[in-house]
């Protein structure tokens, strides 16, 4: 399981989804709104429990704990920097795409809800569209709509909608998966959509007529394949933030659920708290895949805002499960910026692979901007990133590189590189 846990907590502070929400804490949204971006470092960096001898875990540890690791995220784009003792710092440019966006893009499906989806009603329905029904829709999260609007669209109405509004609609729902494993399908399949028979769309509406939910139900197909039957509500109610996708095949074992809860910050004892949860699942024939999130947000206002972050991630595949369970506590700092410990802790089948234990903090990115443009760009970064590891790897001793080299290539524990091994005889 690769996970770029730093990078992870990057997205989380750089992505308010849906535009303005009650504030969790003033130092996490001055991070999220600070101009120059942000940077989370990792160091004393350290594994407290591996499947390997105690000399193995000693050499591993004296290599980790110096070092200095950071990904930042600034108008001039987005970097990971890596920094050993007696060691250049090595400055990589990396993809947004493959570094930043967490497994489902919010910025994407706040277009959806605020640009993209209302265009695409108002082409749909014309001039001068449905009158609001006076018809209350109860929502899980949301809560009740007390009106809306409806429409019954079919292919015709689908082909006749002028090309911006569509595919302005068609490009932000693909991009809203952007990180999964599914994404390049889900694109694909968009690109050919085609109704198989009326399709209802509609548009509720909250106490003051704003957009609350958008519902889409019927039967898709791509380019005439793989037909199904889709039911989807996107809504947004106050800082509430649900999303709800079931595309089971007409016909075969073939099926895509996604549902997604952002609930308002609550506020209670002198303690702000969200919990956010996201659960995906997709069948396959006889193939499938799962994942579960749940992102908790915890800030002791007594404590002088001390802030608890708990992620944990269960994905299965085939029936295999593998977890990750990332702790983080830290406290504003004099800077700005937030300073704590974290730990992460891996797992398969129940079975512990390792447990990483470090210092963290983030902060507004004071990289000078001359500085960033000058990094070796994101095609060159794997290549950059080998040959500092070599470098590093020849001030070890040579029993110190043999467990080095062992541990890499076992993979279990981190899925990490292969590296090729040492020569039996010195």
Same mark, same amino acid.
């Given at each position: 399981?690769?996970?770029?846990?730093?990078?992870?907590?990057?997205?989380?502070? /750089?992505?308010?989804?849906?535009?303005?929400?009650?504030?969790?804490? +003033?130092?996490?949204?001055?991070?999220?709104?600070?101009?120059?971006?942000?940077?989370?470092?990792?160091?004393?960096?350290?594994?407290?429990?591996?499947?390997?001898?105690?000399?193995?875990?000693?050499?591993?540890?004296?290599?980790?704990?110096? %070092?200095?690791?950071?990904?930042?995220?600034? +108008?001039?784009?987005?970097?990971?920097?890596?920094?050993?003792?007696? /060691?250049?710092?090595?400055?990589?440019?990396?993809?947004?795409?493959?570094?930043?966006?967490?497994?489902?893009?919010?910025?994407? /499906?706040?277009?959806?809800?605020?640009?993209?989806?209302?265009?695409?009603?108002?082409?749909?329905?014309?001039?001068?569209?449905?009158?609001?029904?006076?018809?209350?829709?109860?929502?899980?999260? %949301?809560?009740?709509?007390?009106?809306?609007?409806?429409?019954?669209?079919?292919?015709?109405?689908?082909?006749?909608?002028?090309?911006?509004?569509?595919?302005?609609?068609?490009?932000?729902?693909?991009?809203?998966?952007?990180?999964?494993?599914?994404?390049?399908?889900?694109?694909?399949?968009?690109?050919?959509?085609?109704?198989?028979?009326?399709?209802?769309?509609?548009?509720?509406?909250?106490?003051?007529?704003?957009?609350?939910?958008?519902?889409?139900?019927?039967?898709?197909?791509?380019?005439?394949?793989?037909?199904?039957?889709?039911?989807?509500?996107?809504? %947004?109610?106050?800082? &509430?933030?649900?999303?709800?996708?079931?595309?089971?095949?007409?016909?075969?074992?073939?099926? %895509?659920?996604?549902?997604?809860? &952002?609930?308002?910050?609550?506020?209670?004892?002198?303690?702000?708290?969200?919990?956010?949860?996201?659960?995906?699942?997709?069948?396959?024939?006889?193939?499938?895949?799962?994942?579960?999130?749940?992102?908790?947000?915890?800030?002791?206002?007594?404590?002088?805002?001390?802030?608890?972050?708990?992620?944990?991630?269960?994905?299965?595949?085939?029936? /295999?499960?593998?977890?990750?369970?990332?702790?983080?506590?830290?406290?504003?700092?004099?800077?700005?910026?937030?300073?704590?410990?974290?730990?992460?802790?891996?797992?398969?089948?129940?079975?512990?692979?390792?447990?990483?234990?470090?210092?963290?903090?983030?902060?507004?990115?004071?990289?000078?901007?001359?500085?960033?443009?000058?990094?070796? +760009?994101?095609?060159?970064?794997?290549?950059?990133?080998?040959?500092?590891?070599?470098?590093?790897?020849?001030?070890?001793?040579?029993?110190?590189?043999?467990?080095?080299?062992?541990?890499?290539?076992?993979?279990?524990?981190?899925?990490?590189?292969?590296?090729?091994?040492?020569?039996?005889?010195?």
């Amino acid at each position: 399981m690769k996970q770029k846990w730093a990078a992870v907590l990057l997205a989380l502070m /750089m992505t308010a989804p849906f535009g303005a929400r009650a504030s969790f804490s +003033p130092a996490w949204d001055a991070l999220q709104t600070d101009p120059r971006g942000v940077g989370v470092t990792v160091s004393d960096l350290s594994v407290t429990q591996l499947s390997a001898s105690e000399d193995a875990l000693l050499t591993l540890n004296n290599l980790l704990t110096p %070092l200095s690791l950071s990904c930042l995220s600034a +108008p001039a784009g987005d970097f990971f920097a890596l920094k050993g003792p007696d /060691m250049p710092e090595l400055l990589c440019r990396i993809e947004t795409d493959d570094a930043f966006v967490p497994l489902v893009n919010l910025s994407a /499906m706040e277009r959806l809800f605020t640009q993209s989806l209302p265009a695409l009603f108002d082409a749909l329905a014309g001039d001068p569209g449905p009158e609001t029904e006076e018809q209350s829709t109860s929502f899980r999260v %949301l809560g009740l709509s007390p009106a809306r609007k409806s429409l019954t669209v079919s292919q015709e109405i689908w082909e006749a909608v002028p090309s911006k509004a569509r595919e302005a609609f068609l490009s932000d729902a693909g991009q809203a998966f952007l990180g999964t494993p599914f994404a390049q399908a889900l694109a694909e399949y968009l690109s050919g959509l085609t109704l198989q028979g009326d399709m209802t769309v509609r548009r509720n509406l909250d106490a003051a007529g704003g957009d609350m939910a958008f519902q889409f139900s019927g039967r898709v197909s791509s380019l005439g394949q793989d037909a199904r039957k889709v039911s989807v509500v996107l809504g %947004l109610n106050g800082d &509430i933030r649900y999303l709800s996708l079931k595309a089971p095949a007409v016909r075969g074992k073939n099926n %895509l659920q996604v549902a997604l809860t &952002i609930p308002a910050v609550t506020e209670a004892k002198k303690k702000h708290s969200q919990k956010i949860t996201l659960s995906v699942k997709r069948v396959l024939g006889d193939e499938s895949w799962s994942l579960s999130d749940t992102l908790t947000l915890t800030n002791s206002l007594s404590k002088g805002e001390e802030i608890s972050v708990s992620l944990t991630r269960k994905e299965e595949e085939n029936g /295999m499960s593998r977890t990750a369970d990332f702790r983080l506590s830290a406290s504003p700092d004099e800077a700005d910026g937030l300073m704590g410990s974290f730990t992460l802790k891996l797992t398969r089948e129940a079975v512990t692979l390792s447990v990483w234990k470090g210092a963290l903090r983030a902060s507004p990115c004071s990289r000078d901007p001359a500085v960033l443009q000058a990094a070796a +760009p994101a095609e060159q970064a794997a290549q950059k990133l080998l040959e500092w590891f070599v470098t590093l790897r020849k001030g070890l001793s040579y029993e110190e590189q043999r467990h080095l080299d062992h541990l890499l290539r076992t993979g279990r524990w981190m899925n990490g590189p292969s590296v090729s091994p040492l020569p039996e005889n010195k």
